[in-house]
């Protein structure tokens, strides 16, 4: 017997906040592996929709994944890469 667990909204990650300039000039590093994780965006009329976020000071390559499910059903899924150096 198999039990897979599906759509599942309760995980939570750790989000670094710099409230100010000060703030993000703190010695102490960030090195998350998960930068952002949001599962409720919203978009405006034309279906577009503007997130920011701050990356860890991890120098390396990361993926990014947006997967969405429209109010009538339809799924859409976008993966990308950006370089922190």
């Given amino acids: ?8 909204v ?16 703190d ?6 592996n998960t930068i ?17 976020f701050y990356t860890s000071e991890i120098r390396s390559i990361f993926s990014g994944n947006f997967e969405a499910l429209s109010v009538d059903g339809k799924i859409g899924k976008v993966n990308f890469e950006f370089v922190v150096e």
């Fill in 1 to 8: 017997m198999t039990r897979t667990r599906g759509f599942f």
């Fill in 10 to 25: 309760g995980a939570e990650f750790f989000v670094k906040e710099y409230p100010d300039k000060v703030s993000k000039n």
């Fill in 27 to 32: 010695p102490e590093s960030d090195y998350r």
């Fill in 36 to 52: 952002s994780w949001n599962p409720y965006l919203f978009t405006d009329k034309e279906g577009k929709v503007e997130i920011e």
